[in-house]
């Protein structure tokens, strides 16, 4: 049953969205993997100060108010199951009064030095031995549960802790264990990291597990770079007139994303197209079908983001580079990009 919703209030100005200047391929990932997060997740790969952080605070902020239950630590639905907490979902079960709130949808960050305690939440093993409670103190993936959970450096963030992350990301749920007391809750997050190449790439076996990968680059067209340094600037200045100058196509997009959100489970991928996708990835010796899977979940987001029910070719081709540059095998003799390498073998397949 629903009761009243209180909205929340509103925070600092964030700069908006549709404001960000170039940066294409970083925003398509993010707003797929937001229409569709079992895509699971982005990586963004670039150098220092092209705005991977603004950009991903920007789309969190973008994104409409969500009903959750009131006070819950995880962001609990009223209605869907798979995304309730314990307790939510026993009230919903015997019939009682779900007091709910409106919230936005939560954004949060994982800094380099969390431990696993932090991130995953712990339990009070005194309290439960004394009390018989299950005495469970939530951690970040808590938190983010029907958000966005953002790891800048997650080049330099600790392996076992990129696992943690990816195995929740991909399953939904987080499960926590100490001294023979279990504990799950929900955990179904849009997963995105940023890193510098220089300091070092993240392992295959992790890198794969992102469904996309976006590269951006510093850009070098003095023009483009003096808009980019004015857009912001004039934010800095005064957020309220960018954003007000901005509201229009923010809003528009808004409901774009909301639309998709809606269309996506209808859109048909043709069997032929499939079987193209899955020989693109074999002619790149792509290990596992990981590749397959996220290719074809992507291309139906996209398809959906642009008010389609039908794959088209051009669908996988806008987001099939993405979805599989990261997953080749790396020939240090190889002297052609392997982004390259995708768009080639995609030509010589779908063409």
């Not at 993997?33 to 790969?45: A, F, S």
């Not at 939440?121 to 939530?138: H, Q, W, Y």
């Not at 392997?338 to 768009?343: A, E, L, P, R, W």
């Amino acid at each position: 049953m629903v009761t009243d919703i209180k909205p929340q209030k509103t925070e600092r100005p964030i700069f908006p969205f549709t404001a960000i200047i170039g940066q294409e391929e970083m925003k398509l990932a993010l707003i797929l993997n937001v229409i569709d997060p079992r895509i699971g997740g982005v990586m963004i790969m670039g150098d220092r100060g092209t705005g991977k952080s603004t950009t991903i605070r920007a789309v969190a902020d973008l994104l409409p108010e969500i009903q959750v239950v009131a006070g819950d630590p995880f962001n609990s639905s009223p209605t869907d199951f798979e995304l309730m907490g314990e307790e939510a979902k026993v009230a919903v079960m015997q019939n009682k009064d779900i007091p709910l709130e409106a919230r936005k949808v939560p954004m949060i960050d994982l800094p380099l030095g969390a431990t696993e305690d932090r991130v995953c939440g712990t339990i009070d093993i005194e309290k439960a031995l004394t009390d018989g409670v299950k005495a469970f103190e939530p951690g970040l993936l808590a938190k983010a549960n029907r958000g966005i959970l953002y790891v800048d450096e997650v080049n330099l963030l600790d392996d076992h802790l990129v696992d943690i992350l990816l195995d929740s990301a991909a399953s939904g749920w987080n499960t926590v264990e100490r001294e023979g007391i279990s504990i799950k809750h929900p955990a179904r997050f849009v997963l995105v990291g940023s890193g510098n190449p220089e300091e070092g790439e993240l392992r295959p076996q992790l890198l794969d597990r992102f469904g996309m990968h976006a590269e951006i680059r510093t850009v070098r067209d003095p023009e483009l770079r003096v808009q980019v340094v004015e857009q912001r600037s004039n934010f800095d200045q005064d957020p309220e007139a960018c954003l007000s100058e901005n509201a229009e196509q923010q809003q528009e997009l808004r409901d774009n994303i909301v639309a998709a959100q809606e269309l996506v489970s209808s859109v048909k991928l043709d069997y032929s197209l499939r079987v193209k996708i899955s020989q693109v990835c074999g002619e790149l010796d792509v290990d596992g079908l990981r590749g397959d899977i996220v290719t074809n979940r992507a291309a139906k987001a996209y398809a959906a983001y642009n008010k389609r029910t039908e794959v088209t070719v051009d669908d996988i081709e806008a987001v099939i580079t993405s979805c599989l540059r990261h997953r080749l095998r790396k020939d240090p003799l190889e002297s052609i990009d392997s982004g390259d390498k995708v768009n080639k073998v995609f030509e010589e397949i779908f063409r």
